[in-house]
């Protein structure tokens, strides 16, 4: 119990540290080129009463789901067929270095190309961001898997999908938390830049709209506002995957 409350003092202090330092510096620069915290709690407010902040950031928020949920997918499935098929693995690898290593711009201007300005391109190109990373890290989860506890379940002949849920699954607990921590602190950032291209709404395209009247608060009233709705997904879906993985160990 002390400890959990010696992290949660740290976690204040460290929050509060930012926001003085963030602070200190807007004292010393333009304030219109690093508006202070006061500045952009004014902005959020105003936005908020509007209901702009809450419309385009609930819109942005959806399209990160939907993409998080197709990449984690599509990503888990390759990843674990490629690391229990050592002929599957020699043919897609080449695939997946290509899909790692193509920028994601260069992803986004083609699916808005190839597809249209509309929501399909969009969460396209978001999703083709991240499954390679997730195959990547499912990858490793899938030759992680110790076979000793397979050939138990094995000899006592246990159904391959009783198999499945109790001896390989927990074994890819903390596989799948670190694909999707990384997935989620990457999609919503290229999520930002596919409106900023081709949305009429969302985060994005409203940063879009601050960037071009040089509106400084603005951009980070919304970068504040959804970075905080984040964190908050994060406490509320990962954090109690996390604990879940600790009883697990």
Request: charged share 20%; glycine share 6%.
């Amino acid at each position: 119990m002390n400890a959990i409350s010696s992290n949660a003092v740290l976690r204040i202090a460290s929050i509060l540290s930012f926001f003085l330092i963030w602070h200190l510096a807007s004292i010393f620069v333009d304030v219109e080129l690093l508006p202070g915290p006061d500045e952009v709690s004014k902005k959020i407010i105003e936005e908020a009463k509007s209901s702009e902040l809450f419309f385009h950031t609930l819109i942005t928020l959806k399209r990160v789901s939907i993409s998080f949920i197709i990449a984690m997918l599509i990503g888990t499935f390759f990843g674990l067929y490629m690391g229990r098929n050592e002929r599957a693995n020699t043919i897609l690898d080449d695939w997946l270095v290509l899909g790692l290593n193509v920028p994601a711009l260069v992803i986004i201007i083609l699916c808005y190309v190839w597809f249209g300005l509309n929501e399909m391109a969009a969460i396209l190109a978001v999703s083709l961001n991240k499954i390679p990373m997730v195959a990547v890290i499912m990858r490793e989860g899938s030759r992680a898997i110790d076979k000793d506890y397979l050939d138990v379940g094995k000899f006592y002949k246990i159904g391959k999908k009783k198999l499945f849920f109790k001896v390989v699954l927990p074994q890819l607990y903390p596989y799948l938390l670190s694909s999707a921590r990384s997935g989620l602190s990457l999609i919503w950032k290229i999520v930002l830049v596919v409106e900023l291209l081709g949305r009429s709404n969302g985060v994005g395209f409203k940063l879009y709209g601050f960037f071009q009247f040089f509106d400084i608060s603005g951009i980070l009233a919304y970068t504040l506002a959804f970075v905080i709705l984040i964190i908050f997904v994060e406490f509320l879906l990962i954090r109690p995957f996390e604990r879940k993985i600790s009883v697990w160990k």
